[in-house]
């Protein structure tokens, strides 16, 4: 694609007149976006350039092993992987609160992120995968003028408290120029075209409290869903799908006994932006064989449900 060669040729000469000598941190979500913000910088500044992955234990299945598999073995990046999901899932503990969640969240990323620039001996600059919609939407995430639906947890605030200056290569592209640039860069397609992940992870699609037993459920779960939808040929069609954990049991039969188990719900949009987006009509069949596979394949869940909620009224994530 020649605008996004020309865009990347750009973009690195920029980066280098931006830095000159100086160290830069980058964080990396598992998503699309820091990860090519991250290679983009690699390739401008080389090992100026130190990528952190706070692993928070809110992560989908083998999503922490994947990151820093493309990282070190992919594109010989090196990578701080941190785990720290004792401490976020310890301090979620007990938490119910959408907003309590995001911003322990929020301020936990900031502490650990903090103890590994310390690690590497302070860095000038912090780059991060901001997005044009980002832009936009960081005065108040989804909300109108005035009102905040969700405190946004990406990284804000981070940079004044560690005294760091932005590197944001990204800010204005939308998410499909990303991908053309992700590609341009030699990104693995099971990696550009990845539905995008909020931040806070599955804390947020586990309604009421968090525990690993909850999140495990969770997980295999939305495994054995996006594997119905990419088998069915549906995942491009899509702009983000994935499975939510009910905080409620209910009674089920099985063979000839009493079940009392978790509901899951199914969540699958199409949106351009995530600004608005609509719920995505998949036929019924699709839809009971994956309820069929989920209840058979999840140990812990004995009913499923669809959302058939738009954005708006519905938000796409459900906290
Ligand atoms: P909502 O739920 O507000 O989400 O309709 C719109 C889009 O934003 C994602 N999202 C987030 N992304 N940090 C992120 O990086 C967050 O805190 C966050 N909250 C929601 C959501 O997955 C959807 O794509």
Redesign the pocket.
């Known amino acids: 694609d020649w605008t996004m060669r020309a865009f990347r040729e750009e973009e690195i000469a920029k980066i280098r007149a931006q830095v000159g000598k100086g160290k830069v941190i980058c964080g990396l979500s598992g998503g699309v976006d820091s990860a090519v913000a991250a290679v983009l910088i690699h390739e401008a500044i080389g090992d100026q350039l130190t990528c952190v992955f706070v692993d928070h234990g809110l992560m989908r299945l083998n999503e922490a092993e994947q990151v820093v598999d493309l990282f070190r073995h992919h594109y010989n990046i090196p990578l701080v992987h941190v785990d720290a999901s004792k401490q976020f899932l310890g301090e979620l503990e007990g938490v119910t609160d959408p907003e309590v969640k995001?911003k322990t969240i929020g301020r936990l990323f900031i502490e650990v992120f903090e103890q590994e620039a310390k690690k590497i001996g302070g860095a000038d600059f912090l780059a991060q995968g901001t997005l044009y919609p980002d832009v936009i939407e960081s005065v108040s995430?989804?909300g109108g003028p005035s009102v905040t639906?969700?405190s946004?947890?990406?990284v804000g605030g981070l940079p004044e408290r560690m005294n760091m200056k932005l590197v944001e290569p990204l800010r204005e592209l939308f998410k499909d120029e990303v991908r053309k640039l992700g590609r341009e860069l030699g990104l693995p397609e099971i990696f550009v075209g990845r539905h995008?992940?909020?931040?806070?992870g599955l804390a947020?699609r586990c309604p009421g409290d968090i525990t690993r037993a909850k999140l495990d459920i969770l997980r295999q779960a939305d495994a054995v869903y996006i594997d119905q939808i990419r088998k069915h040929g549906l995942y491009d069609d899509i702009w983000?799908a994935f499975a939510v954990l009910l905080p409620v049991k209910t009674v089920g039969v099985m063979g000839d006994g009493r079940t009392y188990d978790y509901v899951v719900g199914l969540r699958a949009v199409t949106s351009t932006d995530?600004m608005t987006?609509d719920f995505y009509q998949f036929d019924m069949k699709f839809l009971g064989e994956t309820a069929t596979r989920i209840i058979n394949e999840v140990k812990g869940v004995n009913r499923v449900v669809y959302d058939v909620t738009s954005?708006p009224p519905g938000?796409?994530?459900w906290e």
């Open positions: 995001r995430f989804t639906i969700k946004h947890h990406n995008p992940f909020p931040g806070p947020i983000q995530g987006a954005k938000t796409i994530e």
